[in-house]
């Protein structure tokens, strides 16, 4: 890979013209839900197209939106979906191209938490990615990334790298999942609330049927759990809420974890 990863899915994923992104996902933001006052540690979101899961990604950074500023990094870590993948892996590339702009990758954070090299794994994956156009809008082009996908991992590998990212108040955690796939729009609710449920408890028995991005998504929940974060549902909706046919439908949610208070300067 160059020193730029370049946009992978712009014009499938989300709109490739800038300017129609920014204004996309500008009205996506403006249309979550206000939550004053929140100041969330880590999301979890999801990573379909804009059509399907925006608006449920979009009601997960709002919550965000006030950290502005203070947040300077973001830790992001999702599946590698199209690579057969052992362990986790961060690019060679220092920066991440989406029709907005370049974001920096924080090459120095990745160096210190030991995190592998490889590419072939980032260059056609979507779930890092459709989160980036939101970070961009929400933090501005001076935020640094730090991206991860994981593939066949156990839940300490990915959370030892999480542990060594965590940093203090100028880094935000993103897990990148989505929830059911392929199910009647009934049985799909059923099961995400379920999800939703051991989510909500940082029980780490979620698997692939549960959650695409289980590995990374179990790895959080048992750092959330040692450090005391309380984790809260923002949004739980499908593909058949959204933009899809309720026949098959795949699960969104949006969560947030706040740290105790008073935590958080470390």
Same mark, same amino acid.
């Given at each position: ?11 499938? +994923? ?17 249309? @979550? =839900?206000? #939550? ?5 540690? &880590?999301? *979890? !979101? =999801?990573? @379909? ?30 599946? &590698? %979906?199209? !690579? ?6 961060? =690019? ?16 120095? &954070?990745?160096?210190?938490? /030991? ?5 072939? @794994? ?11 156009? +939101? ?10 990334? $730090?991206?991860? *996908? $994981?593939? /066949? ?5 990915? &959370?030892? *790298? ?10 935000? !955690?993103? !897990?990148?999942?989505?929830?059911? %796939? ?29 959650? $695409? ?11 959330? #759990? ?10 739980? #909706? ?7 046919? #309720? ?9 947030? +974890? ?9």
């Amino acid at each position: 890979m160059n020193d730029v990863r370049p946009a992978a899915v712009a014009g499938s +994923f989300y709109p490739a013209d800038g300017a129609r992104l920014a204004r996309d996902v500008d009205a996506m933001l403006a249309s @979550a =839900p206000a #939550r004053a006052g929140e100041s969330p540690k &880590a999301l *979890v !979101v =999801p990573h @379909a197209g804009y059509v399907y899961s925006g608006p449920i990604a979009a009601s997960a950074y709002a919550t965000v939106a006030e950290l502005a500023g203070r947040v300077t990094r973001v830790v992001l870590v999702g599946p &590698a %979906h199209r !690579v057969a993948l052992r362990g986790v892996a961060a =690019p060679s590339a220092t920066k991440l191209r989406t029709p907005l702009g370049d974001l920096d990758v924080d090459v120095e &954070a990745l160096d210190r938490a /030991r995190a592998p090299r490889d590419d072939f @794994a980032h260059a056609r994956e979507h779930s890092l990615e459709v989160q980036l156009p +939101f970070l961009q809008r929400v933090f501005g082009p001076s935020l640094r990334v $730090c991206p991860i *996908v $994981c593939g /066949r991992a156990s839940t300490e590998e990915v &959370a030892s *790298v999480l542990r060594a990212l965590w940093g203090g108040d100028e880094t935000l !955690v993103v !897990v990148s999942s989505d929830l059911s %796939h392929d199910l009647p729009y009934a049985v799909g609710r059923r099961a995400d609330e379920r999800t939703a449920e051991k989510i909500l408890a940082l029980d780490e028995g979620i698997d692939g049927e549960g959650a $695409c991005g289980y590995v990374g998504l179990r790895a959080l929940l048992a750092v959330a #759990r040692e450090k005391g974060l309380r984790p809260k549902l923002l949004d739980l #909706r499908s593909s058949g809420d959204t933009a899809g046919p #309720r026949d098959e439908v795949v699960g969104y949610g949006a969560f947030a +974890f706040a740290e105790p208070a008073g935590e958080g300067a470390s």
